[in-house]
């Protein structure tokens, strides 16, 4: 029987450059952003620079986590006490808890059978929510049809904020994930795409946005210093009117990111060789659904989606459960009992009036996920495709 021995959570080291980098800021004692000599951009400037040029954008705030940029994203759009802000119901926890944080109610929207938000659903919740805030989660990186998600947004005037958590180097017809809404944020953390153990960014192309965001983030008087961001006269009345909400990023984190934006790109390529691997082998597969992502889109498959439509809820556990005792670590988004990092939204029991949702019970209930780290080999990949293709076929009816 084959197994598999390669732990699903180790990262590749940090690069040599950012290591250097990181010891250069130790030596110099100013680990703090806003900790520069005269005329000195800090690490975390630089970063931010970098960032925004990646993405095209003008405005780029560095922060401490994602989930913090996605909460700093709600208060700079305006949110208010007991607005409703549409998102996902198929996303991790830090986004409805970034909802949560601003005092907003979250709408959940069905997940759709290409594992995207449903657009038809969005449509009718849109219409009949009033909602004015959309906070779309590009789930373990699986781009919706932006071109339909930006029509949405047009006809109801929906302010929308993209978590591209999963989807950092992704584009969707040669437009970078994150530049279709009024504000993206992405994630630094770990298990994301580039990895400072914790970090996130927040960009914009709006200047009223950004000034609040780094007001928000902790800037004290010292916006100025920022470089990827507007000029002063941006701050005059926001400075005023912003809390601090201290979240900043450090010189240090900085430092290991910035050599990893500039590698993005190949490492994203290098995922996706991977990913295809791991998809061709699973399509030869019996039972095994993927679905077949469209030409629009320029994934980057960090992580493998496909499910089990014809298995009931003890052949998923079982599956899980096998995969499992032979090395290959399956998450199960349909687990009616949150584990590790998925918890089903019907577990997220703070939401007022928690709405059943038949439709993404049923497709979440038979959906399996894997993450794909770049330490593991095509070899790898294809022993690792290839249990999942003979636990399945063993857990057939
Ligand atoms: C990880 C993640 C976040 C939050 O990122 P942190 O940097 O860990 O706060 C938000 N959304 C999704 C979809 C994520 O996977």
């Known amino acids: 029987m084959k197994t598999f021995n390669k732990p ?22 100013r ?12 690490e975390t400037d630089l970063l931010e620079l970098a960032f925004a040029e990646y993405q095209g954008v003008p405005y780029c705030l560095a922060c401490s986590s994602c989930g913090y940029a996605l909460h700093v994203a709600m208060r700079a759009a305006g949110v208010q006490t007991g607005d409703k802000v549409l998102c996902n119901a198929f996303t991790l926890a830090p986004v409805p808890g970034a909802i ?37 989660s590009h789930m373990r990186g699986h781009l919706a049809d932006m071109d339909r998600v930006m029509a ?52 914009t192309r709006h200047p009223d946005v950004i000034a609040k965001a780094i007001m928000y983030s902790g800037s004290y008087m010292l916006y100025d210093k920022h470089c ?18 201290s979240g900043r990023m450090d010189n240090l984190r900085a430092a ?24 061709k082998s699973l399509r030869s597969g019996c039972d095994i659904y993927i679905p077949v992502r469209p030409p629009e889109e ?6 493998i989606q496909f499910s089990l439509p014809a298995f009931s809820q003890e052949q998923l556990a079982k599956v899980v459960k096998l995969c499992i005792e032979r090395g290959v670590m399956l998450k199960w988004f349909g687990d009616s009992v949150p584990k590790d990092y998925t918890s089903r939204y019907d577990s997220w029991k703070y939401i007022d ?38 636990v399945v076929e063993e857990c057939r009816a």
């Open 31 to 42: 680990l703090h952003r806003y900790n520069t000599l005269p005329g000195e951009k800090s």
């Open 100 to 136: 949560h944080n601003s005092g907003a109610v979250p709408v959940l929207v069905d997940v759709a059978n290409d594992f995207c938000i449903d657009l038809d659903d969005l449509e009718a919740k849109a219409k009949s929510s009033g909602a004015k805030f959309f906070m779309l």
């Open 8 to 29: 699903f959570t180790q990262q590749e080291t940090i690069p040599e450059a950012g290591i250097a980098a990181a010891i250069e800021v130790m030596r110099s004692g």
């Open 256 to 279: 290991i990111l910035r050599p990893q934006v500039a590698d993005l790109d190949t490492q994203c390529d290098r995922w996706n060789q991977r990913y295809r691997l791991v998809e």
């Open 152 to 203: 949405i947004c047009e006809q109801y005037g929906l302010f929308l904020i993209e978590d591209c958590a999963h989807t950092m180097g992704a584009s969707w017809k040669g437009q970078k994930s994150g530049t279709f809404g009024d504000i993206a944020c992405f994630s630094a953390q770990t298990y994301k795409h580039i990895n400072s153990g914790e970090g996130g960014f927040l960009t």
């Open 353 to 390: 009036d928690l709405p059943q949702l038949p439709k993404t019970e049923k497709i979440l209930s038979t959906l399996l996920d894997m993450r794909i780290p770049l330490t593991f080999s095509e070899e790898d990949c294809a022993l690792v495709a290839q249990i999942i293709i003979d």
């Open 298 to 303: 320029d994934y980057v498959g960090s992580s």
């Open 228 to 245: 990827a961001a507007p000029p002063k006269e941006a701050f005059d009345q926001v400075r005023y009117d912003t809390p601090n909400y």
